[in-house]
């Protein structure tokens, strides 16, 4: 049996809350997935029952517990719906020391986390900036979790004065910031042009890049082991070889 929501986190909330007392026999699904009309339970999101929810597990665990729900609920997991409520229930019924089980749900829960953790802290470390028009600094990136809300805060400490977009180019959700200010939006595509001063010194660097490395001495093995090529995308160096 399935118990469906619409694929946010107040619905899969809710869907916990109506499903509680058999959730170890049935699995979660959003209404975008392929669904059973006839043997499916579909649940409506009702910001009521979030909320007791949400109360209920801040109050009787920690509100790191929450957050990291609301982690693993933005990562890119195709069991993180299952994983969330099945751990919520274990809880429960076990205590916080559930979550240092070997249960599969629990091993799943721990490894999203470090994989979530992960990403987020490379990208804080890899992400590349550039000025295009209007006095803007744009990155563009590819992440595997949805973790553009988790790293902007970082970049807003980084940058309090300044103008930048953060475009999340797999979700096409973008992160606009104008001097400690930020806002989320949903986009098709941005139509960035880098101004005159970032085509020089992209030039500037790419050249230098070329004309130090020695071909001789390339170890694209370690290279990848230093910053796996997944990160490589959006790095103007990458793409160019000395002839």
């Not at 009521?48 to 929810?53: A, I």
């Not at 979700?171 to 960035?192: H, L, P, S, Y």
């Not at 990848?224 to 790095?235: A, I």
Request: proline share 2%; charged share 30%.
């Amino acid at each position: 049996m399935k118990y469906i929501y619409d694929g946010s986190f107040e619905g899969l909330f809710t869907a916990i809350f109506e499903a509680y007392s058999v959730i170890e026999n049935v699995n979660f699904s959003t209404e975008s997935e392929q669904v059973n009309f006839f043997e499916d339970i579909h649940t409506r999101t009702d910001l009521e029952k979030y909320e007791r929810v949400k109360k209920s597990i801040i109050e009787k665990f920690s509100k790191r517990f929450f957050n990291e729900l609301v982690i693993i609920y933005h990562s890119d997991n195709l069991k993180k719906a299952d994983v969330i409520a099945k751990c919520v229930k274990g809880v429960y019924v076990h205590g916080i020391k559930y979550l240092n089980s070997v249960n599969e749900e629990a091993v799943l829960y721990r490894k999203i986390l470090k994989n979530f953790g992960s990403e987020n802290h490379d990208y804080k470390g890899l992400l590349r900036f550039r000025e295009i028009q209007d006095g803007f600094l744009f990155a563009e990136f590819t992440p595997h979790n949805d973790i553009l809300k988790f790293i902007t805060p970082h970049f807003l400490r980084r940058m309090p004065n300044e103008k930048f977009v953060i475009y999340d180019v797999r979700r096409n959700t973008a992160a606009f910031c104008v001097e400690g200010k930020c806002e989320f939006m949903e986009v098709e595509q941005i139509a960035a042009e880098d101004s005159e001063r970032e085509k020089f010194f992209k030039s500037a660097w790419q050249k230098f890049y070329s004309t130090v490395g020695i071909d001789e001495r390339r170890n694209t093995k370690l290279m990848v082991s230093n910053m796996p090529k997944k990160y490589w995308k959006y790095l103007p160096e990458k793409g160019i070889r000395k002839e």
